[in-house]
């Protein structure tokens, strides 16, 4: 998405929008240039080593576990 595209967007509206999805019997329709703006399209999961850690306990099993993604 270019810079230009992102400046087009108005934020009231979208707020709106918002607000709209929210309310029950609603839903909300947008664009793929709102929808990345509301940040609809980042990657933000953990990685499959913290996710395998944080199911452990065992100190032992994690270093054994990231070993083994390491490879």
Partial sequence: MSA???SEIDPQFLEQQLLDAETPGHYG???DEEAA???A???DA???ADA???SFHN???IEEV???LAK
Wanted: proline share 4%; charged share 35%.
């Fill in 4 to 6: 230009e595209n992102k």
């Fill in 37 to 39: 703006a509301l940040g």
């Fill in 59 to 61: 100190p032992e099993i």
């Fill in 66 to 68: 990231e070993a083994e």
């Fill in 46 to 48: 953990i990685s499959e």
């Fill in 41 to 43: 399209f980042d990657e």
């Fill in 29 to 31: 329709t947008f664009t």
């Fill in 52 to 54: 395998l850690a944080a």
